[in-house]
């Protein structure tokens, strides 16, 4: 019922900035919560920054400072700015949405949907 579309990956040099975006489509739902998550080569898949539908916005420590979680609850998109750009942020970025599915309203239900990623290269 729910596709998440990730778009903004890219090469960017080191100290640079990239803006990410995640545009959730479907029908009948509302956004519970979006989130951001990176897996670098070789490494397991984490957690950069997670935003409730209060508002609420948790970064991982490694991007505290250097990136910015935005929400347009209208168009369902997520914007994560991202500054000061390493080569520790190489990584494929995922967006993920919790969202309560409610098509058929007396058998609504949460449910969690995954795009399926962006790449983002940081270069010396």
């Known amino acids: 019922q729910v596709q998440l579309v990730e778009s903004g990956g890219g090469l960017v040099q080191s100290g640079g900035s990239l803006r990410l975006s995640c545009v959730a489509s479907?029908?009948?739902?509302?956004?519970?919560?979006m989130g951001w998550y990176r897996r670098a080569p070789g490494k397991q898949r984490e957690l950069v920054a997670h935003?409730?539908?209060?508002?609420?916005?948790t970064y991982a420590d490694s991007v505290k400072g250097r990136f910015t979680m935005s929400i347009d609850n209208a168009k369902k998109t997520m914007y994560p700015q991202m500054t000061s750009l390493n080569v520790e942020d190489t990584a494929d970025y995922y967006c993920h949405a919790h969202v309560r599915v409610s098509f058929v309203v007396e058998r609504a239900y949460d449910a969690d949907f995954w795009g399926q990623g962006t790449q983002v290269t940081v270069y010396s």
């Open positions: 935003m409730t539908s209060d508002g609420t916005t």
């Open positions: 479907g029908r009948a739902f509302d956004m519970k919560a």
